[in-house]
Each structure stands twice: as structure tokens, then as C-alpha cells.
């Protein structure tokens, strides 16, 4: 069976509703700190659960019998930044805990997300590489990096089967971000159709790495089914699909609705952003597990408003 832990949040509701459908409802546990929307709660077994309580975690994965944890409960880089403490208490005592419960036996496996924050502005900003200088200027960035160096611990020392990915910014319809930077990707889509026009809190070039979530959850099963030995990298894979800039997006926006208009009013989060790569080299997902994203720029614009207009 599988518990995904912060089910509720941005990733974890979409990736909750792929996995109950390919492996059922009743075999996928939902658990967050709230409650999630009607169609989660609906479509299998739910419990309220706080990830930095141990405890509680092993409870659910010896009661539910859990061989595999999605451990998607954090704290993003922008609201990490008004929270730093908290950021760090809550992304890496869950990690630890996690990683201790699979060491001693209680699950087999794990799947948790790092992200490209833990590059910072002295990392080479284009086509990013698996191995690079990291030094990361936000909490969120630093709890990522200090993750990933844990998760490779677990796995070379302990032979602990934990599988990581670095999510780009990720952009769905179905849920909204919470308090990142990439954010802007998602809010101009609602705003685009809401209002026909966006504020953004980015600069017009500022290029990030993004990919469309149904390519991010696809990826995360994907990386979880694939052999162990094709898993080479045991801190966490370069993952992207696409990357671009506000303006480039609004352009494609525009495509589909004329009217559409956009101000750029840069706030806190520009410097963040200025701190992360621009495009990631994501070669080695692709050699070692035969990763291939399927959404760009324009097939992505297409799918989000046709969903939301
Ligand atoms: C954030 N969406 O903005 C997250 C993600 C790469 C960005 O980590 O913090």
C-alpha cells in the first residue's frame, strides 16, 4: 500500500488522485494536516497527520500495512523565507523521520522531492548539470540540498531505497501553488481568464525551468517503478521541461485571448528567482531511467485553458 504524506498540497492532490487510479483507491492513503478537496477525500482512505511527528507516521504505515511513502509535505521557498525556522523544522524533521522509519523496515521505499532551489546564484544558470556548484540562498533551497546529502546517506550506508527528483517551478489547473516562486506560472492563468490581466511579481525575462504537472506526476511514478539499479543518482535527479520567461509566457497567453495585458511589479520573490537557474540539463533522468517530458510551452497554454476558461 502507499501513504503519501502532505496529500493535499499542489503536487501531492494530483499525485494521489494517478495513484489511486492506477492502483486503486483503497491501496493509496491520503494524509495532510488538512483536509483536501472532495474528490481526494472521496476516492480512498484519509488521515489528518502531522509529517514532523514520527509517531503518528509509523502508526499509519504499520496500521495500513504501507510499503511505499510519498513524503510531498513542505514549506516553498517564498513562504519559507517569512518562516525560515519553520521551513527548516518541518522540510527536514519529516525527511529524517521517513528515512529512519524505511531503515528500520517499516517500508521499502520512498519517494521525496528536492527541487532546482537548491542551486543558488554562483551555480551556472544555463543548462544547469546533475553535478554543480550549490550553494543556495533560501531555507527552502538549503533544506533541499541538506535532504538530498541525507537521502544519499540512507541509501549508500543504510540501503535505504528513497528515489528523489528536482521539480522545476510546476504549473496544473486542478490545484493551486503554495507560496513559491514559480507561482506567477499558475496565477496568470487564472488571472488571464478571470480578469483578463496579470500583475506579475516577476521581471519579464526571467527565465525558470517549469513543467507541466502531469509530466511532474508521470515522472514521479516513473522514477518510483523503474529498477533499482537504473537509479543511479542517490540524491536526487535534474528533472525539466521546459523553460521560460513571463513575457513568453503571456505572448502564448495572448494567442488564445487578444485582449490579455500584463504589468511586471517585481517584489521579494525576484530576487529568489534570480538566484535559480534559468534551464536545467536533465540528461542523466533521461540516460538512466528513460525520463522524456511531453508538454512545452504551447501544448501546456492550450490544456490550462481549456480547463479553465
Ligand atoms: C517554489 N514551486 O517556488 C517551488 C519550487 C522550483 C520552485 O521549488 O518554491
Redesign the pocket.
Known amino acids: 500500500k502507499v501513504l503519501v504524506i502532505g496529500a493535499c498540497g499542489q503536487i501531492g492532490t494530483e499525485l494521489t488522485m494517478r495513484l489511486r487510479e492506477i492502483y486503486g483507491g483503497e491501496q493509496v492513503v491520503a494524509s495532510d494536516i488538512r483536509e483536501g478537496n472532495e474528490e481526494l477525500m472521496s476516492s480512498g482512505p484519509f488521515e489528518t497527520l502531522d509529517a514532523m511527528n514520527k509517531s503518528q507516521i509509523e502508526d499509519i504505515c504499520l496500521h495500513y500495512e504501507i510499503n511505499e511513502v510519498y513524503l510531498m509535505a513542505a514549506m516553498?521557498?517564498?513562504t519559507g523565507e517569512k518562516f525560515p525556522k519553520k521551513a527548516w523544522s518541518l522540510n527536514m524533521d519529516s525527511l529524517m523521520h521517513v528515512l529512519d522509519i524505511a531503515k528500520e523496515g517499516k517500508v521499502d521505499k520512498v519517494f521525496w522531492p528536492s527541487?532546482?532551489?537548491v542551486f543558488g546564484p554562483t551555480t551556472p544558470r544555463e543548462n544547469t548539470g546533475q553535478h554543480t556548484v550549490m550553494e543556495p540562498t533560501t531555507v527552502?533551497g538549503i533544506s533541499k540540498q541538506t535532504g538530498e546529502r541525507w537521502c544519499e546517506y540512507y541509501s549508500n550506508k543504510y540501503g535505504v531505497d528513497v528515489r528523489s527528483i528536482r521539480?522545476?517551478?510546476?504549473i496544473s489547473w486542478k490545484t493551486l501553488?503554495g507560496?513559491?516562486?514559480?507561482?506567477y506560472a499558475v496565477d496568470i492563468f487564472h488571472k488571464a481568464v478571470a480578469e483578463g490581466s496579470y500583475d506579475c511579481f516577476l521581471k519579464e525575462d526571467t527565465a525558470?525551468?517549469m513543467m507541466y504537472m502531469e509530466d511532474a506526476v508521470r515522472a514521479t511514478i516513473e522514477i518510483m517503478r523503474a529498477p533499482l539499479k537504473e537509479i543511479k543518482e542517490r540524491s536526487s535527479y535534474n528533472l525539466s521541461g521546459m523553460s521560460f520567461t513571463p513575457a513568453a509566457i503571456a505572448e502564448e497567453i495572448k494567442k488564445h485571448i487578444p485582449e490579455f495585458t500584463i504589468e511586471y511589479n517585481p517584489d521579494f520573490r525576484q530576487e529568489i528567482a534570480d538566484s535559480?537557474p534559468s534551464s536545467i540539463d536533465d540528461s542523466a533522468a533521461r540516460e538512466d531511467w528513460n525520463w522524456k517530458h511531453e508538454y512545452d510551452l504551447d501544448n501546456m497554454v492550450t490544456e490550462m485553458l481549456s480547463h479553465l476558461k
Open positions: 516553498l521557498s517564498a527541487s532546482i532551489a527552502y521539480y522545476p517551478g510546476l501553488p507560496g513559491g516562486t514559480t507561482d525558470l525551468p535559480w
